[in-house]
């Protein structure tokens, strides 16, 4: 148990539904992660906060999607109107402040989206 | 471009067996380079993380190489056991203006039979 918890861990919808993933990162990590992984490939890199600001998003990230960390504590993932292209892993992490090699992420298990 | 190839892309051992998976990368600037085990319908779970500075590092039976000059990695696994069976990643850490970009290969899958 890395301590990174995610909700839900599956989500099955039809095309069009707008869907909402939800990250908690361990406590005192001021860094929050969003990843999505396809089958037999490796993480992509969605989007990534420090405390509450967003500071980097992937092209990956259309405008159907969105992510928002308010208080810089857990983080939302939502999809608007998804698509069977969307269906994947969807994973978080998170990482403490940074220090001179200790930049590790710690994952969460990910939410399954299959998308109908 | 900044990319991160893995090889094998899969590999099948037998219980007990050693093997060594390969990881090797074009990316510039370099922070470290970190090895990842995750099971299947898991998150990617840490196994080593290295600076420029070092050659190896272990952790257990596993024991990564790093040869910055050369920008190739590789992951020794010892006396590998059926729950080795999972997908190992190598990911490459580049600080950009941003804060730092991580660069994913995409993974050996690992199966250990007995």
């Known amino acids: 148990d890395t301590g990174v918890s995610q909700d839900p861990r599956h989500k099955i919808t039809k095309r069009g539904q707008n869907v909402t993933f939800r990250c908690d990162p361990i406590s005192e990590h001021n860094r929050l992660y969003w990843y999505r992984q396809t089958l037999g490939q490796g993480p992509e890199f969605l989007t990534y906060f420090q405390n509450e600001a967003q500071l980097e998003k992937s092209r990956l990230l259309s405008d159907r999607f969105s992510a928002e960390r308010p208080k810089g504590s857990f983080s939302t993932l939502e999809i608007q109107r998804t698509e069977q292209g969307d269906s994947a892993m969807y994973l978080c992490a998170s990482s403490p402040p940074w220090r001179v090699g200790t930049d590790t992420q710690y994952f969460g298990p990910g939410t399954r989206l299959t998308v109908l | 471009k900044n990319q991160v190839e893995q090889s094998p892309q899969s590999l099948i051992i037998l219980e007990g067996k050693n093997c060594t998976l390969q990881c090797n990368y074009t990316v510039s600037p370099f922070s470290n380079l970190r090895w990842y085990k995750q099971d299947t319908g898991r998150g990617p779970v840490s196994l080593t993380i290295?600076?420029?500075?070092?050659n190896t590092k272990s952790n257990g039976r596993y024991t990564a190489t790093l040869d910055a000059d050369t920008k190739q990695s590789s992951l020794h696994i010892t006396a590998s056991q059926l729950s080795d069976s999972a997908s190992y990643i190598c990911v490459v850490s580049s600080p950009n203006q941003a804060g730092t970009a991580l660069i994913f290969g995409k993974g050996t899958t690992l199966s250990v039979s007995s």
């Open positions: 290295m600076t420029f500075s070092e």
